[in-house]
C-alpha cells in the first residue's frame, strides 16, 4: 500500500521561529510532492510543489525534497498566528495514476 | 489561475431527499476531477476520481448507487446524494487537475446537513 506519513500534531512553535514540517513516503517511484494549507473549515490550498531533489523556495516557505530518504519537509520561516493550520504532504504516486496520495496532515499551531 | 468553484457552499436537506453538488474549473480545463469527503476533525477521504466523458472509478466502500458522479465536460462535475441520509451528513470537497503537473486544486467545499 502506497502511504504518506505525517506526525499529526499539534507542533507549537513560538511566532517568528522556524516550523518544521516532516513527511515520509513509501513508494520509491513517487516523482512528484506536494503541500497543502488547510485552516480548519475551509478546504486544502496548494502551497508548495516540489519535484527535484534539494531545496524550492517561495518566500518565507521552503520545501526540501530527499528521495534517497523518501522524505519531504516543509519550513516556514518567521512563523505567524496566520500560519495556523493543518499541513497536508501530498506524492503523485506514478504508475499512471490520476490521484494523489495523501498524508493525514500535521496540526501547526504559532504561538503569538 | 487554477480557480475551482464549488456550489452549493452549504445545504441542508430533508432525510430521504437527494442533494446536488457542482464542481467547476474556472480557468483551466480539468481533465480528471476528484471527490473527497472530510468529517470534523478527520482526514481527507477520496470517495472518486472521474475522467471526462468516462464513468467515475469509486473507492473501496464508497457506494457508487448513492454518490453519483457525472463528469460531462472539461469544467463541471457533479456529485448527487441520493437518499441523502443523516450519516451522510459531513464537508464534500472536489479538486480538480489538468493533469500535466499532477497538482490538484480544490474547491471550497459544501457542508451538507441531513436532518
Known amino acids: 500500500q502506497k502511504e504518506v506519513e505525517q506526525n499529526s500534531g499539534p507542533l507549537s512553535v513560538p511566532e517568528g521561529a522556524i516550523a518544521s514540517l516532516n513527511c515520509t513516503y513509501s513508494d520509491r517511484v513517487s516523482q512528484s510532492f506536494f503541500w497543502y494549507r488547510q485552516y480548519s473549515g475551509k478546504s486544502p490550498e496548494l502551497i508548495m510543489s516540489?519535484?527535484?531533489?534539494g531545496d524550492k523556495e517561495d518566500g518565507r516557505f521552503t520545501a526540501q525534497l530527499n528521495k534517497a530518504s523518501q522524505y519531504v519537509s516543509l519550513l516556514i520561516r518567521d512563523s505567524q498566528p496566520s500560519d495556523s493550520a493543518t499541513y497536508l504532504c501530498a506524492a503523485h504516486p506514478g504508475g499512471g495514476a490520476d490521484g494523489l496520495t495523501f498524508g493525514k496532515g500535521t496540526h501547526l499551531i504559532i504561538q503569538p | 489561475g487554477a480557480v475551482v468553484s464549488q456550489h452549493p457552499s452549504w445545504v441542508i436537506c430533508k432525510s430521504g431527499t437527494s442533494v446536488k453538488i457542482e464542481c467547476r474549473s474556472l480557468d483551466f480545463q480539468a481533465t480528471t476531477m476528484f471527490w473527497y469527503r472530510q468529517f470534523p476533525k478527520q482526514s481527507l477521504m477520496l470517495m472518486a476520481t472521474?475522467?471526462?466523458?468516462?464513468?467515475?472509478?469509486?473507492e473501496q466502500g464508497v457506494e457508487k448507487d448513492k454518490f453519483l458522479i457525472n463528469h460531462a465536460s472539461l469544467t463541471l462535475s457533479t456529485l448527487t446524494v441520493t437518499s441523502a441520509h443523516p450519516e451522510d451528513s459531513s464537508f464534500y470537497i472536489c479538486s480538480a487537475s489538468s493533469g500535466g503537473t499532477y497538482e490538484q486544486y480544490f474547491g471550497p467545499g459544501t457542508r451538507l446537513t441531513v436532518t
Open positions: 472521474s475522467n471526462e466523458g468516462s464513468k467515475a472509478t469509486y
Open positions: 516540489i519535484y527535484s531533489n
